[in-house]
T-cell receptor, first 114, second 114 residues
Framework: QKEVEQDPGPLSVPEGAIVSLNCTYS??????FMWYRQYSRKGPELLMY????GNKEDGRFTAQVDKSSKYISLFIRDSQPSDSATYLC??????????????FGGGTRVLVKP | NAGVTQTPKFQVLKTGQSMTLQCAQD?????MSWYRQDPGMGLRLIHY???????DQGEVPNGYNVSRSTTEDFPLRLLSAAPSQTSVYFC?????????????FGPGTRLTVL
């Protein structure tokens, strides 16, 4: 079983809809949670970053972390065709010896149709 | 700043050949790492470095070597290429080695081993 599970999709939505993405994880020691966006044939770029449980909002994007359920979510409001990409969740441990090693989910491909 | 750069963009090797994937960053980042990305697997950590002269293994290190003689450069060497090493390789860096520090990814190298 993978440490971080993510539905591969594809997730197809009409323009303007809310996109809902999520990941589950098994290691309760994960403390930092990130969402990366990856366009086709490009490197991942950081989209959102949260520490421990709670919500964080940045423009059209909202990230949620529920540590008790080991579940994280990303919501994209008013989705645009330019949001079409693969979204990867990632997380790190709060242990100095672990450094800054990222553990990724498999990624969800999202397609926003005009 | 050029950010994180990787060369080559594409490479085709025959089984048994060796090669070096280059990675450089001009942001004076302390932490550098190599990931491979395979369909449905997300990104998996190969090797990482917490500073010049210091490297360590990640999740999937077999068949790869690294060195870090300068802060800027972190090359990845394939000793004897195998078809299982066909993948997209990403280099990443962060300012510090602290867990959760933002990592910046390069554009990737697409490697095919025949």
């Amino acid at each position: 079983q993978k440490e971080v599970e993510q539905d591969p999709g594809p997730l197809s939505v009409p323009e303007g809809a809310i996109v809902s993405l999520n990941c589950t994880y098994s290691n309760s020691a994960f403390q930092y949670f990130m969402w990366y966006r990856q366009y086709s044939r490009k490197g991942p770029e950081l989209l959102m970053y949260t520490y421990s449980s709670g919500n964080k909002e940045d423009g059209r994007f909202t990230a949620q972390v529920d540590k008790s359920s080991k579940y994280i979510s990303l919501f994209i409001r008013d989705s645009q065709p330019s949001d079409s990409a693969t979204y990867l969740c990632a997380m790190t441990l709060m242990i100095k010896a672990a450094g800054n090693k990222l553990t990724f989910g498999g990624g969800t491909r999202v397609l926003v149709k005009p | 700043n050029a950010g994180v750069t990787q060369t080559p963009k594409f490479q085709v090797l025959k089984t048994g050949q060796s090669m070096t994937l280059q990675c450089a960053q001009d942001m004076n980042h302390e932490y550098m790492s190599w990931y491979r990305q395979d369909p449905g697997m997300g990104l998996r950590l190969i090797h990482y470095s917490v500073g010049a002269g210091i490297t360590d293994q990640g999740e999937v290190p077999n068949g790869y070597n690294v060195s870090r003689s300068t802060t800027e450069d972190f090359p990845l060497r394939l000793l004897s290429a195998a078809p299982s090493q066909t993948s997209v390789y990403f280099c990443a860096s962060s300012y510090s080695t602290n867990s959760g520090d933002t990592q910046y990814f390069g554009p990737g190298t697409r490697l095919t081993v025949l």
